[in-house]
């Protein structure tokens, strides 16, 4: 597509490993290597599929991962004795140390939004006694490793090219903003699976996760799930009003 991507806000490697983790339901303390590896790879595929400009950050972490694996796989040293250490503890320690940053990080971002919505007056009795005439749909903002395994989900059930194909339809960036935005005009919400199933090449499918990409990166949607790793929906960003600057590809 010859279209760089480059993200101003992205997840690093330590926050793709703690999504696999909490994906698969992992214990941190006792990581299986080589599931979390093979995994990772697939993620560190999609991005090089996609030219993020992040990939390079994440071949770190991916070294390390395979020094570790291949380090499980020897025999135990019997001169190490009893208390040989783990060759997986180093990155143990750094995920736990890691993610209680994310938690005391994520803490101090909640309490900053709810003392936005704090005022000197007009305080609403009835939200003080827990009255509350329409309860309000409560939904998370879904990650970039969430958007990646979607695309992959994506592709995998995208039917390959039939061989009679004799015309070649071109997908651009802009053209699928667009397409997105006038959706989105039509219906408050869409699905991401139903947006890459209307879709009918490999090619057409990650030029619209692309398109997906830049209208979030301009503010002009959000992406949301309703819990982490379940569908992700697309809805119009109401805060930004201004219309979209669509880049050049």
């Known amino acids: 597509m010859n279209y760089k991507i480059h993200l101003d ?15 698969n ?3 941190i303390k006792d990581i299986p ?3 979390i590896t093979d995994q990772y790879m697939e993620y560190i595929k999609m991005m090089k599929l996609l030219d993020l400009d992040v990939v390079g950050d994440f071949l770190v972490m991916a070294a390390t991962l395979m020094q570790i694996k291949s380090r499980m796989l020897l025999p ?6 009893p208390e040989a250490v783990d ?14 940053f994310k938690l005391i990080a994520e803490g101090l971002k909640s309490k900053e939004m709810s003392r936005q919505d704090l005022f000197g007056r007009l305080v609403d009795e009835d939200a003080l006694n827990g009255i509350k005439e329409d309860a309000q749909e409560v939904m998370i903002e879904a ?13 995998k059930h995208v039917p390959d090219k039939r061989d009679y194909q004799i015309s070649k339809e071109e997908y651009t960036i802009e ?24 879709s009918t090449c490999k090619e057409e499918v990650v030029c619209t996760f692309v398109a997906v990409l830049e209208l979030t990166r301009l ?31």
Do not use: C, W
């Not at 135990?76 to 004795?81: E, F, K, M, N, V």
């Open 219 to 249: 503010k002009e949607i959000i992406v949301l799930q309703h819990r982490h790793f379940e569908d992700i929906e697309i809805m119009r960003n109401t805060a930004n009003e201004q219309t979209p600057s669509v880049p050049e590809a």
């Open 9 to 23: 806000k992205f997840e690093g490697p330590l926050d793709l490993l703690l999504y696999l983790i909490k994906k």
């Open 175 to 198: 053209g699928k903003i667009h397409d997105l935005l006038h959706l989105l005009v039509e219906h408050s919400r869409l699905s991401l699976m139903d947006v890459f199933r209307r």
């Open 143 to 155: 990650t970039l490793f969430d958007l990646i395994n979607a695309l992959s989900e994506a592709l």
């Open 25 to 27: 339901d992992i214990d």
């Open 76 to 81: 135990p040293d019997p001169l190490a004795g």
């Open 87 to 100: 060759p997986r503890q180093e990155l143990v320690d750094r995920l736990k140390e890691y993610e209680q």
């Open 33 to 35: 290597i080589a599931i």
